[in-house]
C-alpha cells in the first residue's frame, strides 16, 4: 500500500487543512467491489449513483446523509429456522454491506428509490445565493465627459 506524507503542505498553507485531510481518508481507503454501482453525471448540477442490490428489500438498506458524508447500508434480516432455505447453488450473495462516498460541499441526497434491483440515489448540487454569482450595477452619476478639446 502506498502513503503520502501531506505534512510539508501543512507547514506552508493555510485554510487548506479540511482537504488534505480529505485526501488523507481517500489514500487510506481500500476500493470497495461489493455490491457493484455506478456514478452518472444526469446534468451540470445532478448526479446519481446506483448499486446493484439483487435480493434486498427497501427496509434491509439504511441511507445516512451526514455532512460531506454518504452512507448505505444493507444487511438482510436472519432467516428463521422455518423458512430456511436449502441452496444448490448460490451466486446471489445478499451479504451485508457498507458503501461511503465523500460529497463535495453543496451537494445533498435530493431522494432514493430502489427499482429492478438497483438502488438509485439522486444527488443535486445546490449553490447558497451568497456563493452564485451575480452581476454588480455601475452606478455612473449621470455624468458625462464633453469634449473639449481646442482647434
Known sequence: MQTIDFSPFYRSTVGFDRLFSRLDNLVGQEAKSYPPYNIEKLGDNAYRISIA????????????????????????????????????????????????????????????????????IDLKRELPESKKPRQIAINGGGKTIEDKSVN
Open 53 to 120: 442490490v439483487a435480493g434486498f428489500a427497501d427496509g434491509d438498506i439504511a441511507i445516512e446523509s451526514k455532512e460531506n458524508s454518504l452512507a448505505i447500508k444493507g444487511a438482510k434480516a436472519p432467516e428463521s429456522e422455518d423458512k430456511a432455505r436449502e441452496f444448490l447453488h448460490r451466486g446471489i450473495a445478499e451479504r451485508a454491506f457498507e458503501l461511503r462516498f465523500q460529497l463535495a460541499e453543496y451537494v445533498e441526497v435530493s431522494g432514493a428509490a430502489l427499482e429492478n434491483g438497483l438502488l438509485h
